[in-house]
Each structure stands twice: as C-alpha cells, then as structure tokens.
C-alpha cells in the first residue's frame, strides 16, 4: 500500500510548483504586453531594409505579403552564379532562457538541416549564435562553424544597442561573407508563431544588385555605411519577433503546466484521501479485534 507521508510529500509538491507556474505565467503575460507593444515600433526596421532587397532584386517575393496555406514565408534569394563556393553566415535568434516551449529548438534544428543539407565546411559557412539556447545545441556537431557566441539575450527587453553590438562583432570579426541569413520566430499572434528566414547581404552584393540602377547614384563609404546599418536593423528586427514570440510561447505552456500541476493535484488528493481511509480502517479493525480478543 501506498505510504500516507509519501503522497502528503508529493501533494505538497506539486501544489508549490504549481504556485510557481501560475506565478511564472503572469510575469509572461505582463513582459508579453509590453514585447508586443515594442514590436508595433520595430515593425519599420525589419520592413525598410527588406523591401529595398525586393526592389534591388536581391530577393524574389513581396515584402509582408500573407502567404498561400502551403506556401514559404522566407523570400527567396537571388542565387549566384557559383552558388557553392558562396560564404554564408547563420545567424540564430534565440535567447538565454528556456521554459517556453519549442521556441528555441526550432531555430536550431532549421539551421542544422540547412548546414547538413548544403554539407556546409568550417571555412565558407559560419554561426552566429545570439544566446545559449541555441548555441547549446549546434556546438555539439557544428563546433568548427562558430564564429560569434552571444550571451545574456532575453533577460531584459533587446533595445538597438544590442543588435548594433551584435551587427559590429560580426563585423569586427573579418569574416568575408557574400550572404548571411537570420533565423528568428516571426509573431503573428499570442497563440501562433512561425520560423521564418531573412537574407542580407554584404556591400559587394548590394553594389552588384540586378536592379541596383534604379536608385540615385551612392557613394561607396554610404553604400558600407548603409550595409552595416541594415544588419543592424534587420537584428533589431527580429530580436523584437523572437522576444515576443518567446513571450507568448512561455504564458501557453506556463498555462498548460498550471492546469497540468491541477488534474495532478486532483488525483493525488483523491490517492491521499483513498490512503488515509483505508489507514483508518485498519485501525479500527485493530482496535474491534483486540477488544473482542479481549473479551
């Protein structure tokens, strides 16, 4: 039989984490708020730099346009002409904490499949993995692809200095890309996000841009100067997208765990209730038996 004291200790338990959980979720419906009211702001900053890929026909597609049921929702890149000896950069958008689902996983597995896929080499297809999550997974088969690590993303609300920092590491660190591609978890509403992929590319393949004559005539160091401010923008982007996303997917499965802990709590307290009749029971029967012995 079951001991009293063990299901009195587990009931206890699960009653604590459940306090926990239903505690955890308020805080995420109140970051969750304030992560998507942020996100209605940095809405331009992903939106300027993409569209004028699509004008430069750097990439194929309309720019925030809802796609069909079983269509992509990443645009697709204008391909070079030696696609294989392109050097690509990945770069992750995850954070530091966990307990939201499969938020940061997703992102990992995608960029996994595509190094596989592309049977990527250390030398011409570098990571760029912003926060732990993500670096924890890909480090594992993809040590050699490491290029930039960075921590302490998802503690605080990002704001642009941290994707700036992010945009000069890479930049400081002298690897000469032709085509970088940020993964991130793109919002669309607080029960459904989606993986999506945005391109961007170095001053070399803006300045060749097919369609690039349609634009006033810039100056070279502008032209850098712009480069390096939309992969800023485009980083500034998508940290808003993933810490919205990560939000959201926190308070739904901070909800599944309280109404979890719940019905557990429910069957333990019918087990503790079950245990303590059946101990009383025994009791009595005991006490009846030892008097009728008596007499």
Known sequence: MVQLKQVSLRLKSIKNIQKITKTM???????????????????????????FYESSHLVKGPVDKKPAADAKIEPEVVKPEDDKKT?????????????CGGVHSGVARRIRRELAARKAEGASHKLVCVGDK?????????????LINVKDIGRIAPVFADASVIAAAIAESRYGYDIGEVYYNKYFSPVK??????????????????????????????LESYAEWTLAALLYYALKQGAASEQSARMAAMDNATKNAEEMIRKLTLLFNRTRQAVIT??????????AALN
């Open 87 to 99: 050097k690509r950069v990945y770069v992750a958008m995850t954070s530091d904490r966990g307990l």
């Open 25 to 51: 979720k308020m805080v995420s419906a109140s970051k969750f708020t304030k992560a998507e009211r942020e996100l209605q702001a940095a809405r331009p900053f992903g939106y300027g730099p993409r569209k």
């Open 282 to 291: 025994r009791e009595l029967i005991e006490i009846i038996s030892g008097a």
């Open 134 to 146: 993500s670096r924890g997974v890909l480090r594992r088969t993809y040590a050699d692809n490491m």
């Open 193 to 222: 996000y989606e993986l999506t992929i945005v391109p961007f590319f170095n001053k070399f393949r803006i300045e060749n841009a097919p369609n690039i004559s349609a634009f006033d005539e810039v100056e070279e160091d502008q």
